[in-house]
C-alpha cells in the first residue's frame, strides 16, 4: 500500500531563509510524486512533480525537490523564504489507479 | 479561463437534509476525482470516473454518497441524508487520463448545522 509522512505540521522560517519541507513515501511500485500548494479556502496547486524522469525536479515559484529512492524521500526545498509562501503544502503519491494519496501536510509560516 | 469549477462555494444545511454538488473539470480531461478534506487533513480520496463510468469507490464514501458524471462531463456528489461528520471541503481535481496531473477546483465548503 502506498503513503506518505510529512514531518511537521507547522514550520516557521524567517524571510530569505532556507525552507525544507519534509516528505516520506512507501510505494510497492514505482512511485509518481507531488506537492501541492494549498492557500486559505482555496483548492490546491500543483507546485512540482515527479514521474520517474531527472531525480531533482524544479517546480513554479523557486521551489525544487529531489527524488531520492534510497531514503524514500521527496524533500521539498527553496533557497529563500518570501512572504508570499506562507501556505499549507501537501505531499502526494499516486499508485497506478492514479487517485492521489497525501499526507497530513505542513504548515508554512514566514516570519519578517 | 478553462480551469476546473466547483459550486456552490460554500453551503450551509441542517442534518438530515440532502445536498448536491456539482464540478466542472477541464473539457478534454477523462478522469474526475472527489476528494474530501477536514481540518488540518491532507485530501481524503472518494472516488473516480474514467469518462462517464465511476471505476472506484473509497471505504470513505458511504451509501449516503453517491456520485455521477452523466455523458462524462460534469460531474455531481450528492450527499443524503447528511450528518454533522459529513462537515468538510470537498474538492474536484481533473486529469487527462491515468496518473497524469490532477488539477483541482477551489472546492465546495460544507458546514452541516
Known amino acids: 500500500a502506498q503513503s506518505v509522512t510529512q514531518l511537521g505540521s507547522h514550520v516557521s522560517v524567517s524571510e530569505g531563509a532556507l525552507v525544507l519541507l519534509r516528505c516520506n513515501y512507501s510505494?510497492?511500485?514505482?512511485?509518481?510524486l507531488f506537492w501541492y500548494v494549498q492557500y486559505p479556502n482555496q483548492g490546491l496547486q500543483l507546485l512540482l512533480k515527479?514521474?520517474?524522469?531527472?531525480?531533482l525536479v524544479k517546480g513554479i515559484n523557486g521551489f525544487e525537490a529531489e527524488f531520492k529512492k534510497s531514503e524514500t524521500s521527496f524533500h521539498l526545498t527553496k533557497p529563500s523564504a518570501h512572504m508570499s509562501d506562507a501556505a499549507e503544502y501537501f505531499c502526494?503519491?499516486?499508485?497506478?489507479?492514479?487517485?492521489?494519496?497525501f499526507g497530513k501536510g505542513t504548515k508554512l509560516s514566514v516570519k519578517p | 479561463d478553462t480551469g476546473v469549477s466547483q459550486d456552490p462555494r460554500h453551503k450551509i444545511t441542517k442534518r438530515g437534509q440532502n445536498v448536491t454538488f456539482r464540478c466542472d473539470p477541464i473539457?478534454?480531461?477523462?478522469?474526475l476525482y472527489w476528494y474530501r478534506q477536514t481540518l488540518g487533513q491532507g485530501p481524503e480520496f472518494l472516488t473516480y470516473?474514467?469518462?462517464?463510468?465511476?471505476?472506484?469507490k473509497s471505504r470513505l464514501l458511504s451509501d449516503r454518497f453517491s456520485a455521477e458524471r452523466p455523458k462524462g462531463s460534469f460531474s455531481t456528489l450528492e450527499i443524503q441524508r447528511t450528518e454533522q461528520g459529513d462537515s468538510a471541503m470537498y474538492l474536484c481535481?481533473?486529469?487527462?487520463?491515468?496518473?497524469?496531473?490532477?488539477?483541482f477546483g477551489p472546492g465546495t465548503r460544507l458546514t452541516v448545522l
Open positions: 470516473f474514467q469518462n462517464e463510468a465511476q471505476l472506484e
Open positions: 510505494s510497492s511500485v514505482p512511485p509518481y
Open positions: 481535481a481533473s486529469s487527462l487520463d491515468g496518473r497524469d496531473t490532477q488539477y
Open positions: 502526494a503519491v499516486s499508485p497506478i489507479r492514479g487517485n492521489l494519496i
Open positions: 515527479y514521474t520517474s524522469a531527472a531525480t
Open positions: 473539457s478534454e480531461h477523462n478522469r
